[in-house]
Nanobody, 112 residues
Framework: QVQVVESGGGLVQPGGSLRLSCTTS????????VSWYRQAPGKERELVAH????????NYQDSVKGRFTISRDNAKNTVYLQMNSLKPEDTAVYYC?????WGQGTQVTVSS
């Protein structure tokens, strides 16, 4: 059974950090590019970051450049999204997409 699972969300104060993880079952993540998306209430789902299978190329949405870092550890079958200097506008459900498959999402709330 193919499954994508995100974890690591939570409540954090502005300026804080979180690290999200994305892992898979039913197939290995190492062969695929991976994208992190987010969807805030009442808004469209938007692409946040993407990393290719080797990890040698990464792309970011302008609003997160310099604050977020996408990385991967293929030995652990996991892709990470390190989020620093979080802002209230980063509040959203964050989703991982691998090979066209979506996870259930993990909630990130940035609030004082």
């Amino acid at each position: 059974q193919v499954q994508v699972v995100e974890s690591g969300g939570g409540l954090v104060q502005p300026g804080g950090s979180l690290r999200l993880s994305c892992t898979t079952s039913g197939f290995t993540i190492s062969s695929y590019g991976v994208s992190w998306y987010r969807q805030a209430p009442g808004k469209e789902r938007e692409l946040v970051a993407h990393i290719i299978s080797t990890g040698s190329s990464r792309n970011y949405q302008d609003s997160v450049k310099g604050r977020f870092t996408i990385s991967r550890d293929n030995a652990k079958n996991t892709v990470y999204l390190q989020m620093n200097s979080l802002k209230p506008e980063d509040t959203a459900v964050y989703y991982c997409n691998v090979r066209g498959s979506w996870g259930q999402g993990t909630q990130v709330t940035v609030s004082s």
